[in-house]
Protein backbone atom coordinates (compact mmCIF):
# COMPACT_ATOMS: atom_id res chain seq x y z
CA UNK A 1 0.00 0.00 0.00
CA UNK A 2 1.22 3.64 -0.88
CA UNK A 3 2.61 5.56 1.95
CA UNK A 4 0.66 9.59 1.82
CA UNK A 5 1.94 12.05 3.02
CA UNK A 6 0.01 15.85 3.54
CA UNK A 7 -1.50 14.34 -0.03
CA UNK A 8 1.67 13.82 -1.58
CA UNK A 9 1.84 9.89 -3.06
CA UNK A 10 4.76 8.09 -2.14
CA UNK A 11 6.31 4.93 -3.89
CA UNK A 12 7.32 1.91 -1.22
CA UNK A 13 9.76 -0.32 -1.36
CA UNK A 14 6.87 -2.94 -2.79
CA UNK A 15 5.77 -0.98 -5.75
CA UNK A 16 9.77 0.04 -6.33
CA UNK A 17 10.69 -3.92 -6.62
CA UNK A 18 7.72 -4.94 -8.72
CA UNK A 19 8.48 -1.87 -10.99
CA UNK A 20 12.42 -3.21 -11.64
CA UNK A 21 11.54 -6.79 -11.23
CA UNK A 22 8.95 -5.86 -14.03
CA UNK A 23 11.48 -3.66 -16.13
CA UNK A 24 14.00 -6.60 -16.10
CA UNK A 25 11.34 -9.01 -17.62
CA UNK A 26 10.29 -6.99 -20.36
CA UNK A 27 13.89 -6.40 -21.44
CA UNK A 28 15.01 -10.24 -21.34
CA UNK A 29 11.60 -10.80 -24.11
CA UNK A 30 13.35 -8.14 -25.71
CA UNK A 31 16.56 -10.07 -25.72
CA UNK A 32 18.56 -7.42 -23.11
CA UNK A 33 20.60 -10.42 -21.03
CA UNK A 34 19.60 -9.54 -17.19
CA UNK A 35 22.91 -9.14 -16.28
CA UNK A 36 22.83 -6.06 -18.43
CA UNK A 37 19.03 -5.07 -17.30
CA UNK A 38 20.42 -5.17 -14.07
CA UNK A 39 23.32 -2.90 -14.46
CA UNK A 40 21.42 -0.15 -16.79
CA UNK A 41 18.93 0.15 -14.20
CA UNK A 42 21.68 0.30 -11.03
CA UNK A 43 23.26 3.00 -13.01
CA UNK A 44 20.09 5.06 -13.20
CA UNK A 45 19.39 4.43 -10.04
CA UNK A 46 23.36 5.48 -8.41
CA UNK A 47 22.24 8.78 -11.27
CA UNK A 48 19.81 9.64 -8.98
CA UNK A 49 20.90 9.56 -5.61
CA UNK A 50 23.85 11.85 -7.04
CA UNK A 51 21.43 13.89 -8.81
CA UNK A 52 19.18 14.08 -5.37
CA UNK A 53 22.79 14.36 -3.32
CA UNK A 54 23.63 17.87 -5.66
CA UNK A 55 19.73 18.75 -4.94
CA UNK A 56 20.25 18.73 -0.76
CA UNK A 57 23.79 20.37 -1.73
CA UNK A 58 21.53 23.40 -3.12
CA UNK A 59 18.73 23.77 -0.71
CA UNK A 60 21.24 23.49 2.18
CA UNK A 61 22.04 26.97 0.85
CA UNK A 62 18.56 28.33 0.86
CA UNK A 63 17.89 28.58 4.87
CA UNK A 64 15.13 30.87 5.85
CA UNK A 65 17.09 33.98 6.58
CA UNK A 66 14.59 35.25 8.76
CA UNK A 67 14.80 32.44 10.93
CA UNK A 68 18.31 34.07 12.42
CA UNK A 69 22.15 32.33 12.29
CA UNK A 70 21.36 29.40 14.44
CA UNK A 71 18.19 28.00 12.41
CA UNK A 72 20.47 28.51 9.41
CA UNK A 73 23.62 26.86 10.77
CA UNK A 74 21.72 24.39 11.98
CA UNK A 75 19.70 23.89 8.46
CA UNK A 76 23.48 23.70 6.83
CA UNK A 77 24.82 21.36 9.01
CA UNK A 78 21.43 18.91 8.23
CA UNK A 79 21.52 19.41 4.88
CA UNK A 80 25.37 18.27 5.09
CA UNK A 81 24.74 15.33 6.60
CA UNK A 82 21.58 14.53 4.65
CA UNK A 83 23.61 15.06 1.24
CA UNK A 84 26.68 12.44 2.88
CA UNK A 85 24.46 9.97 3.55
CA UNK A 86 23.13 10.05 -0.60
CA UNK A 87 27.06 10.14 -0.94
CA UNK A 88 27.33 7.13 0.56
CA UNK A 89 24.68 4.74 -0.90
CA UNK A 90 25.39 6.18 -4.23
CA UNK A 91 28.30 4.75 -4.10
CA UNK A 92 26.99 1.72 -3.03
CA UNK A 93 24.34 1.71 -5.86
CA UNK A 94 27.01 2.26 -8.03
CA UNK A 95 29.47 -0.37 -7.06
CA UNK A 96 26.37 -3.08 -7.24
CA UNK A 97 25.87 -1.51 -10.59
CA UNK A 98 29.15 -2.01 -12.50
CA UNK A 99 29.24 -5.45 -10.50
CA UNK A 100 26.65 -6.76 -12.11
CA UNK A 101 28.08 -6.20 -15.26
CA UNK A 102 31.12 -7.90 -14.52
CA UNK A 103 29.82 -10.68 -11.65
CA UNK A 104 32.88 -12.34 -9.55
CA UNK A 105 35.24 -9.35 -10.70
CA UNK A 106 35.98 -6.37 -8.32
CA UNK A 107 35.02 -2.91 -10.16
CA UNK A 108 38.40 -1.37 -10.07
CA UNK A 109 39.85 -4.19 -12.53
CA UNK A 110 39.56 -4.16 -16.55
CA UNK A 111 37.53 -6.85 -17.49
CA UNK A 112 36.68 -7.34 -21.04
CA UNK A 113 34.28 -4.71 -22.32
CA UNK A 114 30.90 -5.91 -22.07
CA UNK A 115 28.00 -5.50 -24.55
CA UNK A 116 26.10 -2.93 -22.52
CA UNK A 117 29.40 -1.00 -22.14
CA UNK A 118 29.54 -0.83 -25.67
CA UNK A 119 26.65 -0.42 -26.45
CA UNK A 120 26.27 2.72 -24.05
CA UNK A 121 29.33 4.09 -25.33
CA UNK A 122 27.55 3.77 -28.82
CA UNK A 123 24.96 5.69 -27.51
CA UNK A 124 26.95 8.86 -26.21
CA UNK A 125 29.24 8.87 -28.93
CA UNK A 126 27.20 9.61 -32.08
CA UNK A 127 25.60 12.66 -30.38
CA UNK A 128 28.75 14.71 -30.09
CA UNK A 129 30.01 14.05 -32.95
CA UNK A 130 26.74 15.05 -34.74
CA UNK A 131 27.06 18.20 -33.02
CA UNK A 132 30.26 19.28 -35.22
CA UNK A 133 29.73 17.14 -38.40
CA UNK A 134 27.37 14.91 -40.48
CA UNK A 135 27.10 11.46 -40.34
CA UNK A 136 29.72 9.43 -42.90
CA UNK A 137 30.16 6.03 -43.29
CA UNK A 138 32.60 3.56 -41.51
CA UNK A 139 32.01 -0.10 -40.97
CA UNK A 140 30.11 -0.94 -37.99
CA UNK A 141 32.72 -3.88 -37.11
CA UNK A 142 35.35 -0.88 -37.59
CA UNK A 143 33.56 1.26 -34.90
CA UNK A 144 32.98 -1.79 -32.40
CA UNK A 145 36.58 -2.61 -32.31
CA UNK A 146 38.05 1.17 -32.36
CA UNK A 147 35.77 1.21 -28.96
CA UNK A 148 36.16 -1.91 -27.56
CA UNK A 149 39.95 -0.96 -27.47
CA UNK A 150 39.28 2.03 -26.16
CA UNK A 151 36.92 1.23 -23.07
CA UNK A 152 39.67 -1.74 -22.55
CA UNK A 153 42.04 1.10 -20.67
CA UNK A 154 38.94 2.05 -18.64
CA UNK A 155 37.72 -0.08 -15.00
CA UNK A 156 34.27 -0.90 -14.78
CA UNK A 157 33.53 2.23 -12.72
CA UNK A 158 35.15 4.80 -15.18
CA UNK A 159 33.15 3.00 -18.22
CA UNK A 160 29.91 3.62 -16.12
CA UNK A 161 30.88 7.30 -15.72
CA UNK A 162 32.33 7.64 -19.83
CA UNK A 163 29.29 9.46 -21.09
CA UNK A 164 30.15 12.34 -18.39
CA UNK A 165 33.51 12.18 -19.51
CA UNK A 166 33.18 12.43 -23.11
CA UNK A 167 30.57 15.42 -22.56
CA UNK A 168 32.87 17.56 -20.61
CA UNK A 169 35.71 17.01 -23.21
CA UNK A 170 33.76 18.12 -26.20
CA UNK A 171 32.28 20.89 -24.25
CA UNK A 172 36.00 22.07 -22.73
CA UNK A 173 37.32 21.53 -26.79
CA UNK A 174 35.02 22.67 -28.63
CA UNK A 175 36.64 25.48 -30.91
CA UNK A 176 39.63 23.20 -31.50
CA UNK A 177 36.99 19.74 -32.36
CA UNK A 178 35.27 22.43 -34.28
CA UNK A 179 38.60 22.91 -36.81
CA UNK A 180 39.69 19.34 -36.67
CA UNK A 181 36.18 18.39 -38.08
CA UNK A 182 36.11 21.17 -40.75
CA UNK A 183 39.06 20.46 -41.90
CA UNK A 184 39.39 16.54 -41.94
CA UNK A 185 36.23 15.41 -41.42
CA UNK A 186 32.49 14.74 -43.69
CA UNK A 187 32.52 17.50 -45.98
CA UNK A 188 36.24 18.28 -46.06
CA UNK A 189 38.42 18.09 -48.95
CA UNK A 190 39.91 14.77 -47.03
CA UNK A 191 38.69 11.29 -48.45
CA UNK A 192 37.16 9.07 -46.67
CA UNK A 193 39.65 6.10 -47.11
CA UNK A 194 43.15 7.09 -45.96
CA UNK A 195 44.98 7.96 -42.97
CA UNK A 196 42.37 10.69 -41.49
CA UNK A 197 39.46 7.88 -42.33
CA UNK A 198 38.54 7.62 -38.17
CA UNK A 199 37.82 11.12 -38.35
CA UNK A 200 35.08 10.13 -40.60
CA UNK A 201 33.76 7.82 -37.64
CA UNK A 202 31.80 9.04 -34.18
CA UNK A 203 34.21 6.87 -32.60
CA UNK A 204 36.77 9.68 -33.22
CA UNK A 205 35.21 11.78 -30.04
CA UNK A 206 36.18 8.74 -27.98
CA UNK A 207 40.21 8.24 -29.39
CA UNK A 208 40.42 12.05 -29.06
CA UNK A 209 39.57 12.16 -25.46
CA UNK A 210 41.69 9.12 -24.69
CA UNK A 211 45.04 10.41 -26.93
CA UNK A 212 44.49 13.87 -24.54
CA UNK A 213 43.88 12.17 -21.46
CA UNK A 214 46.46 9.05 -22.06
CA UNK A 215 47.39 8.10 -25.14
CA UNK A 216 49.89 5.16 -23.67
CA UNK A 217 47.30 2.62 -22.62
CA UNK A 218 45.47 3.18 -26.03
CA UNK A 219 48.43 3.22 -28.08
CA UNK A 220 48.54 -0.39 -26.31
CA UNK A 221 45.04 -2.04 -26.90
CA UNK A 222 44.91 -0.32 -30.06
CA UNK A 223 48.37 -2.61 -31.32
CA UNK A 224 46.69 -5.59 -29.28
CA UNK A 225 43.43 -5.45 -31.43
CA UNK A 226 45.43 -5.10 -34.68
CA UNK A 227 43.63 -2.09 -35.72
CA UNK A 228 45.33 0.23 -38.06
CA UNK A 229 48.28 1.91 -37.07
CA UNK A 230 47.50 4.76 -39.52
CA UNK A 231 43.93 5.46 -37.84
CA UNK A 232 45.45 6.45 -34.66
CA UNK A 233 48.32 8.24 -36.52
CA UNK A 234 45.93 9.90 -38.48
CA UNK A 235 43.95 11.52 -35.93
CA UNK A 236 46.66 11.92 -33.31
CA UNK A 237 48.32 14.59 -36.42
CA UNK A 238 44.88 16.32 -37.08
CA UNK A 239 44.36 16.68 -33.26
CA UNK A 240 47.86 18.11 -32.76
CA UNK A 241 47.24 20.56 -35.89
CA UNK A 242 44.04 21.60 -34.80
CA UNK A 243 45.64 23.00 -31.88
CA UNK A 244 47.63 25.55 -33.47
CA UNK A 245 44.71 26.86 -35.73
CA UNK A 246 45.72 24.22 -38.77
Known amino acids: MNAHDGGRQQLDAASVLNARTTLVQLLARAGVYSGDAEELIGLVEAGALALARQEVEALG ?11 GSGW ?12 RI ?22 PVGRMELERAKVAVLPLYL ?5 SDLDPEATDQVLKALLATLTSRQRAG ?3 RLTEFA ?5 RLE ?4 EYGPGSAIAIHGRYSLV ?32 LDGLTTAWERSGTGG
Do not use: C, M, N
Open 131 to 135: SFTDV
Open 171 to 175: TTHRP
Open 61 to 71: REAPQEKGEPY
Open 200 to 231: HSPTSIAVLERLADDPAPLRDEWDAAELPPAW
Open 179 to 182: RLYE
Open 90 to 111: AEEALRRAVAAGVPDRSADDRP
Open 162 to 164: YPG
Open 76 to 87: LDGARSLADGLD
